[in-house]
T-cell receptor
């Protein structure tokens, strides 16, 4: 079946701009996660949704980051006033059981 | 919070040899330990996982062992092949639906 998909695959933006990153989870997966991966590092947790609600947003680095999942399926990660330090690959994962997490291909964000 | 240490950071083996990657974790409440394989520019791919109620799990050429007392777990790959070359990440989670905490990764190179 179709895996987790993310759009866009690449995003280049100028410092200070607003960006939205989209994640389409595997159909039927109620749990959705956002991670951020910097070069040479493992994925770093940002936020976890169970259904429509954010069950854990403790990984969001500051209030410039926000995520929504209004209908319990597609999720959007929103970053305001982007900074060069936000440059990374943003990964989305979904899970049916809450244990096995399946990742999307990621969005590579570059802030110039 | 949880901290996961992974070593070695790089590992080079000859085709047909075995490879072992080790991880330690700090939170005794952690009970789920997945391993991911990530090829360059690709998504992390779940290859095997283990829960705390078992000490070992095997799937063809790969196996994972868990020592809860010592708080460490290991990935074993036997009869390595060039296509096993990738970055491998271990992770730990403490219940269904929570964030995974990842190690920094091991770059495995298998030469023929």
């Amino acid at each position: 079946g179709a895996g987790v998909s993310q759009t866009p695959s690449n995003k280049v933006t100028e410092k200070g701009k607003y960006v939205e990153l989209r994640c389409d989870p595997i159909s039927g997966h109620t749990a959705l996660y956002w991670y951020r991966q910097s070069l040479g590092q493992g994925p770093e947790f940002l936020i976890y949704f169970q259904g429509t609600g954010a069950a854990d947003d403790s990984g969001l680095p500051n209030d410039r980051f926000f995520a929504v999942r209004p209908e319990g399926s597609v999720s959007t990660l929103k970053i305001q006033r982007t900074e060069r330090g936000d440059s990374a690959v943003y990964l989305c994962a979904s899970s049916l059981s809450g244990f096995e997490q399946y990742f999307g291909p990621g969005t590579r964000l570059t802030v110039t | 919070g949880e901290n996961v240490e992974q070593h070695p950071s790089t590992l080079s083996v000859q085709e047909g040899d075995s490879a072992v990657i080790k991880c330690t974790y700090s939170d005794s409440a952690s009970n789920y330990f997945p391993w991911y394989k990530q090829e360059l520019g690709k998504r992390p791919q779940l290859i095997i996982d283990i829960r705390s109620n078992v000490g070992e799990k095997k799937d063809q050429r790969i196996a994972v062992t868990l020592n809860k007392t010592a708080k460490h777990f290991s990935l074993h790959i036997t009869e390595t092949q060039p296509e096993d070359s990738a970055v491998y990440f271990c992770a730990a989670g403490n219940q269904a639906g929570t964030a995974l905490i990842f190690g920094k990764g091991t770059t495995l190179s298998v030469s023929s």
